[in-house]
């Protein structure tokens, strides 16, 4: 609604128009007393006289992008013959020189917005709360029947501090969708930012919208493993939720996702203390969940049609399938146990069998077959305790994600591979239970730090790098909202920052600064982008015209650095008593009470690790009620048949790359 | 080498220039000492010494006309003056305490036609009568005319002047541009100072007129009393150099001062001096006179320039339409 009467506030200053520095529709030039409040990136209004000189006619609001100071001083050398040459004499002159404090500002919005008009000269003022949401159209979205307003910060200037709202179905889909947040590194403001938003998410996102869930790769530290901690937050940062209508308390629901280490038992992260490692759940995947995502994992280099054509065959026709291999055994391969079985099985009947005179096996050339074995089973060399040789895998609840939830994986310690690995397949996954409704929510942020990494703008094009893209360009129609960010935002691939609608900037480097990206922003803007300090943003958003600052305040969670120093990980415990803690933490029905440890250690004193593991990752499938029944259950059967065929090797060994093997 | 070169290197002082300055009104009688037996020179202390007032304010007026109309030869004027006392804060930046303007139309309303001349008096209260018989000649009526704004400009100067010592604080002084003389009351108010930048009326001769007009700069002269103005009221009065001639002309950075008549004003002449001479600083620059027009009369002038009516503003080199680009 236009406001019919004068403001009440006084003016700050006056807009002023000349030949050389007109008024436009998009800009308008004003000055304001030597003394004055407001700053670059303040929002201000500007008030026409009604006709007849009473009332009010356009209102215009406009955000501060320049500033200038000068005096009426006609030379530089008049000062200097004022004073003689001598600084020590200018510097109090009985009389101040004029002087003027003149601004530039960058229309936001005009009322009535129709015709569109040049900004009228009138009177300016500070904006207020009213003033912000009408200027950044937050009106329409904060004010409806059903409101879709998502808190991003405070716009504070002036001495007033007024909240500032993203849209939900342009931040979170459907009319645009997508944040991307730039900064440099080491001041925990991206991060920061995006644990707050999160928080702001959950605690607005509007129920006709349905639910919400938000997965966070963590691929730095400790940096997003104590989401579930309350942190040290300030009064004025309570103040600020206060004020932002945001819990300012910990995420009530984290769930943690950490592969295994090496030897199958420990977690691989650092979240490991003894209070906390309880809630880290295993993330391990066996040779069905990698194989679809074989392209990831293989260079493309030297992965050629043929060997394509082959882990398709691989793919279609033997995994999961009864499968003869034409030498007279049968596989049915489920593990890389069982794949590289089936590999020696027809490269043993190649030789044997065929006596060494063919060199092929179902129009595959047996070097193709030899390299993509190899390609196949180093994965599980490479990404051990991710990648399980034998055993069920371990994964998310892929039809069972609970609303206004994290699901935070932690890949930090996890080689490169691994990273694209998961990412891939997890991405993968969601938008396949995305597309079919069977996901548990309606949409679900995914963060993901350091683009630069896994969305260079530059570089071959990676798997990983294609999944973003896909993100970025078709994610908002399937409720897949991509969170991203990076250090140098010019470097990540247009294509992934141009299509968030929402773009999020933290202190900014000024060699970044002078890129063409942000040829927009004034000179006064980039000072002040590059030296914002913690806790401040400049926010573009599709109903803002304006890039806008904005105070959050810290994420009511606790930050990784200092979570790791409340909370040191705990050394990686011996084999028995890392399964007797995984036991104890799976037991449902007695919650762990009734385990004792002793009673485990006997259980698999002498037993092989490999069927130890095998027999906690099917507890860990199964989630029994008594699961320490379970696993002896699980541990004698899975034992017994198999002592009857001796196995040729207890696992899957791992590949020497500099074998003699050309591939 | 040039002539004047040799002249320069037989002794005599580098000049430049060779505008007079336009005299001042009112008929300038022989001045009398009070200060001593003969005009002498008298060294300031350092500029970074003196003793500026806490409490200062300035006054200053500007004028503007413009032919607007014509009645056969009868030239129409529109003319606004007005005045403005700006009062220095401690942080050196001056505030308006005073203000008043005057917008009027000057014309012979006797020998306009009638249905002209009753137009005029419809649409117009303010008329300031000028004399008739100078219509017929263009150019001697337009200095008519100017005389007539610049009256009713100083008279009201001289209104501003007397409501603002009236009202100047205990420790508060005023500075004036132009004569102190105008005002009996002005001209004797303990802590007024008239600044004079033209110097048509010589006041002196012979080897005081001479000591007076190559005074060095950061120097004075001895004070002499003067009757100006049309009221005819006694001052006292001195020159002050502010910049140094040498090298520019007789009357570069020259100012002449005026105080009431009295005693004190002789024993405070060379403080009152020095304060004068610190004023030099910030330059008054883009204004031509710069080297004798103290930086705050020329912001007064500008706040009331910003203030007039803009039509009335002068006119530029070419009367074609002008533009900033």
């Known amino acids: 609604m236009i406001a019919t009467a004068r403001s009440d506030a006084a003016p700050i200053g006056r807009v002023v128009a000349t030949e050389l520095k007109p008024s436009t529709p998009h800009q308008f030039h004003f000055w304001t007393a030597t003394d004055t409040s407001i700053g670059i990136g303040a929002i201000v209004k500007v008030e026409e006289l009604g006709a007849g000189g009473s009332g009010i006619g356009r209102i215009v609001y406009g955000v501060v992008t320049e500033g200038f100071a000068y005096s009426d001083l006609a030379t530089p050398l008049h000062d200097v013959v004022g004073a003689e040459g001598d600084p020590t004499r200018a510097v109090h002159p009985p009389t101040a020189r004029q002087q003027i404090r003149y601004w530039t500002a960058a229309v936001l919005r005009q009322m009535p917005e129709e015709p569109l008009q040049p900004v009228p000269l009138g009177q300016v003022f500070v904006a207020g709360d009213a003033d912000v949401a009408q200027a950044l159209r937050m009106d329409a979205y904060l004010y409806s029947a059903t409101p879709t307003a998502i808190p991003i910060g405070l716009y504070t200037s002036a001495g007033l501090e007024a909240p500032v709202y993203l849209d939900a179905d342009f931040l979170i889909g459907p009319e645009a969708a997508h944040l991307n947040i730039s900064g440099v590194s080491g001041l925990a403001t991206k ?102 995502y074989a392209e990831v994992l293989l260079n493309r280099d030297d992965i050629d049609a043929k060997a394509d054509a082959f882990i398709d065959f691989l793919r279609d026709r033997v995994l999961g399938r009864t499968f003869d291999d034409g030498f007279g055994t049968t596989h049915r391969v489920q593990t890389f146990a069982d794949l590289d079985r089936l590999f020696r099985s027809i490269f043993d009947g190649l030789e044997i069998t065929a006596g060494g ?79 079919r409704r069977e996901l548990g929510v309606d949409a679900v942020v995914v963060f993901v730090d350091e683009l630069n990494k896994y969305a260079p703008g530059d570089g071959p094009e990676t798997y990983v790098k294609k999944m973003l893209l896909d993100i970025s360009e078709r994610g908002r129609y399937l409720g897949l909202v991509l969170f991203g960010a990076e250090q140098f935002r010019s470097q990540v691939h247009r294509r992934v920052v141009g299509n968030a609608g929402t773009q999020v900037f933290g202190r900014m480097d000024m060699d970044e600064l002078a890129t063409p990206g942000y040829q927009v922003l004034t000179p006064a803007t980039k000072s002040k982008l590059a030296t914002l300090p913690i806790g401040e943003l400049m926010v573009r958003h599709p109903h803002f015209t304006q890039p806008i600052f904005v105070r959050f305040p810290k994420p009511p969670v606790l930050r990784g650095r200092d979570g790791v120093e409340r909370f040191p990980p705990a050394m990686d415990v011996p084999f028995d008593d890392a399964v007797v803690r995984q036991l104890v933490r799976l037991d449902q029905g007695g919650r762990g009470g009734r385990i004792r440890p002793n009673q485990v250690k006997d259980l698999i004193a002498d037993r092989d690790q490999d069927d130890v593991r095998r027999a906690l990752a099917a507890v860990r499938h199964t989630r029994p009620e008594d699961a320490l029944a379970y696993f002896r259950k699980v541990l004698g059967a899975r034992i017994a048949p198999e002592a009857a065929v001796p196995r040729e090797r207890h696992a899957v060994p791992p590949l020497n790359p500099i074998s003699e093997e050309p591939y | 080498m040039t002539w004047w070169q040799a002249l320069i290197d037989g002794g005599a002082v580098p000049g430049r220039g060779g505008k007079s300055d336009e005299p001042e009104g009112g008929a300038a009688d022989p001045a009398d000492l009070v200060e001593g037996a003969e005009l002498q020179a008298h060294p300031l202390v350092d500029r970074s010494a003196a003793q500026i007032p806490a409490e200062v304010s300035f006054l200053n007026g500007i004028e503007r006309w413009s032919v607007v109309a014509y009645d056969g030869v009868v030239q129409i004027v529109s003319a606004y003056v007005a005045a403005a006392v700006r009062r220095r804060d401690t942080e050196g930046v001056l505030h308006t305490t005073f203000e008043r303007s005057r917008s009027f139309v000057v014309a012979p309303v006797e020998r306009m036609t009638p249905p002209l001349r009753q137009v005029l008096e419809q649409s117009v209260t303010d008329i300031e009568p000028i004399d008739g018989e100078l219509v017929g000649q263009p150019a001697r009526y337009l200095e008519k005319v100017e005389s007539t704004v610049r009256r009713v400009r100083a008279h009201l100067e001289r209104e501003l002047a007397e409501a603002c010592t009236n009202g100047l604080g205990a420790e508060e002084w005023l500075i004036l541009d132009g004569l102190l003389s105008r005002s009996p009351a002005v001209a004797r108010h303990p802590r007024a100072l008239g600044v004079i930048k033209s110097h048509g009326a010589q006041f002196l001769e012979g080897r005081g007129l001479e000591r007076a007009l190559t005074l060095p700069a950061g120097n004075r002269t001895s004070v002499f009393a003067v009757r100006g103005g049309h009221t005819r009221t006694e001052v006292y009065s001195w020159y002050v150099r502010l910049w140094p001639w040498e090298g520019n002309d007789l009357l570069y950075g020259l100012l002449r001062v005026e105080g009431r008549a009295h005693p004190d004003t002789v024993a405070r002449a060379s403080e009152l001096s020095g304060w004068l001479w610190a004023e030099r600083a910030p330059l008054a620059t883009p204004a031509t006179r710069w080297d004798r027009l103290l930086y705050p009369l020329h912001q007064v002038e500008e706040y009331l320039k910003a203030l007039a009516p803009r039509d009335l503003q002068l006119h530029r080199a070419s009367r074609l339409p002008r533009t900033g680009t």
């Open chain 1, 191 to 292: 991060t920061s930012a995006v644990e707050f938003l999160l928080a702001s998410i959950f605690a607005h996102f509007p129920a006709h919208k349905g639910r919400v869930a938000a997965l966070c790769f963590n691929v730095k530290g400790p940096d997003l493993c104590f989401l579930d901690q309350p942190g040290n937050l300030s009064d004025e940062d309570r103040r600020r939720y206060e004020r932002l209508a945001v819990p300012s308390t910990p995420f009530e629901r984290v769930r943690l996702y950490a592969p295994l280490k090496a030897d199958g038992v420990n977690l691989n992260t650092l979240r490991t203390h003894p209070d906390l490692v309880g809630a880290v759940e295993p993330l391990t995947w066996g040779l069905q969940e990698v194989v679809d």
């Open chain 1, 357 to 435: 005179r063919s060199d092929s096996w179902r129009t595959h050339h047996i070097a193709t077959m030899r390299k993509v074995r190899n390609r196949l089973l180093n994965i599980s060399t490479r990404c051990k305790g991710l990648v399980t040789d034998d055993g069920p895998s371990s994964d998310l609840p892929w039809e069972e994600f609970e609303d206004r939830t994290v699901y935070v994986i932690d890949i930090a310690n996890v080689d490169p591979l691994g990273q694209d690995l998961v990412f891939a397949r997890v991405v993968s996954k969601l938008r396949e239970q995305l597309e």
